[in-house]
């Protein structure tokens, strides 16, 4: 944490959750409650004893199953526990929650024509739109300096979801919300970012070394939309 003309600039860690069964299908989780499987299970031991060393810090998480599973190990190494926070939450995808692309393209296709549009504005019913979604992020994060302020936190970590993650790599280098995304994501990778909640700094992107000789995640195209 430091200042800088008077501006407060934290220096935050984003890790995306561990893996769960439906990344490993590339369905849309948003907003369901699906859990780390075995594999996302060691990621997060992996994590926890990686970041253990350099704490204790503030610990956040969203409040969904599999970021708080994996900042379980981390919490318990620090002898604190993940502060739940509902604006680290996956994007809202609505109807198409829980279904494959393949399935949307079945189902929903007024859904697959909007996101060619690529229209930031657009949603899936009961979803958020890009637009809002990136407001909501852009709020969790402006919170989080505000209360590194007021409460002399240094070097927070926030276990979140790979679309949180993405829009704040996009505020970051300036990408419209319009453009599919630009950056890799992988389970339980670590990543710091410079910010004081307006102005964002990639510092290191997508480390993963910590989970050296584990089976690879799946991965989703990057042309695609983020799954969770």
Known sequence: ?????????IDLWLVRHGETDWNRELRFQGHLDAPLNALGLQQAQRLGQHLA??????????????TR??????AGQWQTSALP?????????????GLTLSEVHERYPEVVDGWRRRDPDFAPEGGESRRQFHARVM??????????????WHSP?????????????????????????????????????????VRFEIVQWAQTGHLEGLPP????????????
């Not at 599973?69 to 981390?74: C, H, K, R, S």
């Not at 709020?139 to 002399?152: F, I, K, P, S, T």
């Not at 195209?221 to 969770?228: D, E, I, R, T, Y």
């Open 1 to 9: 944490m430091r200042a800088t003309h008077n501006v407060l600039m």
């Open 53 to 66: 060393k350099n704490g204790p810090r503030p610990l956040l998480a969203s409040d969904l199953l599999r």
């Open 69 to 74: 599973q994996t900042a379980e190990p981390l």
């Open 85 to 97: 926070e509902m604006l680290w939450r996956e994007q809202a995808f609505g109807v198409i929650e």
């Open 139 to 152: 709020q969790a994060v402006q919170m989080l300096v505000q209360r590194c302020a007021q409460e002399g």
């Open 157 to 197: 970590v926030v276990v979140s979801h790979g679309g949180v993650l993405d829009m704040i790599y996009r505020s970051a280098i300036g990408q419209s919300l319009a453009g599919p995304r630009e950056c890799t994501i992988p389970n339980a990778g670590l990543n710091l970012v410079r910010t004081d909640g």
């Open 217 to 228: 995640s799946a991965v989703y195209p990057l042309a695609s939309p983020s799954k969770g």
